[in-house]
């Protein structure tokens, strides 16, 4: 089951969207220079079941678009979806941050899908130079969005 160690409202993590942004713990990645080194715990934070309405009622009125900073396991991927299903039907958006490095047919229920590692030679995602990408979906073909976009 999914656990988070944090939530909160962000406008940076997808352009043009205000974002509930929740973190979960269980990151398998292990990127060099992680960002955020509790995500990579394994039983890290809270049950994310127990507190995800609650959640995300108090914010609906703020927030766009429900953005998942990691994705748990594979195992996890329904519960995951679950929360997608859940935001579209109260039109809020959906947006994935993994760092798998391909897009894969289950993520095609987010709008937007951020994918690859963190590398520090390459940048973050609005560096011109980065090796990641976030795509926005429209209907069921996906669009890389520029570096600058996240300037
Ligand atoms: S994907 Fe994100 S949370 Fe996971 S190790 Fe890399 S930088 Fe850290």
């Known amino acids: 089951m999914l656990r988070y160690v944090e939530a909160g409202l962000s406008d940076l993590e ?49 927030m766009t678009c429900l953005c998942f900073l990691g994705e748990g396991s594979a195992c996890d991927q329904h519960e995951l979806l679950h929360y997608v299903e859940y935001a579209h039907a109260k039109n809020v958006k959906s947006c994935l941050y993994t760092g798998k490095e391909q897009l ?16 520090p030679q390459r940048g973050p995602l609005w560096s011109e130079t980065t090796n990641q990408r976030m ?3 429209h209907h069921e073909i996906w669009f890389p969005l520029k570096p600058a976009m996240f300037r």
């Open 14 to 62: 997808v352009p043009q969207e205000i974002s509930l942004c929740i973190y979960l713990s269980g990151c398998i990645y292990r990127c060099e220079h992680c960002h955020y080194q509790d995500l990579q715990a394994p039983d890290g934070g809270n049950l994310l079941a127990e507190n995800f309405e609650p959640l995300f009622l108090a914010y609906q009125a703020y």
């Open 104 to 119: 894969e047919d289950w993520m095609h229920n987010f709008d937007y899908v951020k994918i690859g590692k963190y590398l």
């Open 135 to 137: 795509y926005v979906r």
